[in-house]
């Protein structure tokens, strides 16, 4: 299997917006109507919601559907106001000693990955972040130093709520601090269960267990996988070894010889690195989030793409993975 990542940069979305979407409509209206028409909102229900709980992004929708030609299955389905199920893979791990960082590993198949990688600057903040849903984000860093990234929490439970990676778009787009993000995380809903991490400039970070079924919880910790506390969903955890990941990190951390860059690289080896790609499992990447210089490493096996938010590079690489 082949995957291109692309790193662009695009102010506002633009002819290299277009090309995405032109290139991933087809595969994901098929998501979309998975469940069949009746099963997704209507567009003035979207429009609604959107104005209830994330009304600054309605101008960029509205361009992003005027973009796109204007169509009402469109607009719905940018909206991700309950959307079709969303599962995927990631093991996540802070480090304070010697500077702030975020490293994650982000577990999906690579035919479902947009591989692309937008600086962007939509509402006056640069983002840079991992493009999913044509607009929304798996994982990225603004300007302001504060860093999110998201995991599927490991739990059957679906309800009324947005799609996470429009909630982890409106976070990078309108937040500065891990203490703003919570603030927001609390009060926008999620329409499955999903752990965010975050982590902001001056090294506050926090893990969030979102779900449609509870109030979200707001953790001290600094690892995220699969998983939330229970009911757990036991087919899944047995499927992705959440736990196991989760305690090889606590074990990393609690190692008195350990480094930023050992632990960063113990995500490109088992239990923490995925192959099962054919399966829909497989790590599609690792990325390292260093807030306090404003810096991203994209990591593969065998090499790394260095990027920032002040000196960006467009560019591109050819993945396989068997």
């Not at 047995?238 to 050992?262: G, I, P, V």
């Not at 390292?288 to 090499?303: L, S």
Request: glycine share 8%.
């Amino acid at each position: 299997m082949k995957l291109y990542f692309r790193w662009t940069a695009e102010e506002r979305p633009g002819p290299q917006w277009l090309e995405l979407y032109e290139r991933a409509w087809p595969a994901y209206r098929t998501w979309f109507l998975k469940e069949g028409e009746a099963a997704r909102p209507d567009v003035e229900t979207c429009r609604r919601k959107l104005g209830e709980h994330m009304p600054e992004l309605i101008p960029t929708w509205e361009h992003l559907v005027d973009l796109a030609g204007g169509s009402d299955e469109v607009a719905r389905m940018l909206s991700l106001w309950r959307p079709a199920p969303y599962i995927g893979g990631c093991s996540q791990a802070i480090w304070l000693d010697d500077e702030p960082l975020l490293v994650r590993n982000y577990d999906f198949h690579p035919h479902a990955c947009e591989g692309l990688f937008l600086r962007s600057s939509w509402h006056g903040r640069q983002v840079l972040a991992s493009s999913d849903c044509l607009w929304g984000a798996l994982d990225g860093m603004n300007e302001s130093g504060l860093v999110a990234a998201l995991s599927f929490g490991g739990r059957r439970a679906r309800g009324r709520g947005f799609g996470i990676p429009l909630i982890l778009r409106y976070v990078l787009e309108f937040c500065t601090t891990t203490a703003e993000a919570v603030k927001v995380l609390k009060r926008v809903p999620s329409n499955m269960a999903y752990n965010l991490t975050l982590l902001d400039r001056e090294g506050r970070f926090a893990l969030v267990e979102l779900g449609p079924d509870r109030d979200p919880q707001v953790l001290h910790r600094r690892v995220s996988t699969n998983h939330q506390n229970a009911p757990l969903w036991r087919a899944y955890q047995k499927f992705s070894r959440s736990q196991e990941r989760e305690e090889h990190l606590r074990r990393l951390l609690r190692r008195k010889d350990m480094t930023a860059e050992t632990l960063i690289d113990s995500f490109l080896e088992p239990p923490l690195y995925a192959r099962e790609h054919a399966r829909g499992s497989g790590t599609l990447y690792t990325v390292v989030y260093r807030p306090t210089r404003g810096k991203v490493e994209y990591i593969w096996p065998g090499g790394r793409q260095k990027q920032s938010l002040r000196n960006f590079r467009n560019g591109q690489i050819e993945l396989r993975y068997l």
